[in-house]
């Protein structure tokens, strides 16, 4: 087993999803909750199940994941939902590619288990930015799904600047103009634990793909040295 690994969750509400989450976070690694202005006492369920808990005032799927990666030390950073929607423990598989060197930035597609899983606008909207994001960087990837695990040191390299639902986005595109290896996993994706704040409604969906679009229209970042300025 992988020991040096930090596994950020994003969590805004979501006390009745954290002990089902944090009971399968692999043995020896760090759990980092980023709580993003919860009310449900989540930040006070996490640290008494063993998290570290680090507290983002600024509202954002971005900025909690963002403040998360500052908070990390470890030499890999893994990000996963903290809905109970995805299982962190099969993000052993992926830290595993990461090591062996098969690739530099692993994600998580997502193969819905049931009906309730994944919204069918959901799911078409994320269609439609993987075939952008394919005209853009040339990754054909079928999913840009929030779990992944890379180098902390290469994902701070990449200077992320987006703060809202275009965060996962921008990590990929960055990666691949950086010349990184960009791959994909599927893994089981769950009915969510309570009320999704995104893709659970037209709007937070909407919302979302108006972020990510603003993404793909930035211009490709000059590679300094082999980081990214």
Known sequence: MIADVDVVLPCLDEAEALPWVLERIPAGWRAIVVDNGSTDGSADIAHSLGATVVHEPRRGFGAA??????????EFVCFCDCDASLDPGLLTGFVRRVEDGESDLVL???????????PPHAR?????????????????????GPMRAARRTELLALALTDRRSGYPLQMVVRASDAGLRVSEVD???????GKSKVTGTWRGTWHAVRDMRRVLAQRPMDLVGGGVR
């Open 65 to 74: 994941c963002h403040a998360g990666l500052l908070a990390s030390e470890a």
């Open 108 to 118: 998580g597609r997502r193969r819905p288990q049931g009906l309730r899983a994944w």
């Open 187 to 193: 893994v089981p994706y769950l009915p969510r634990s």
């Open 124 to 144: 078409a909207a994320n269609l439609a930015l993987s075939v952008m994001l394919r005209r853009r960087t040339g990754l054909r990837l079928k999913d840009l």
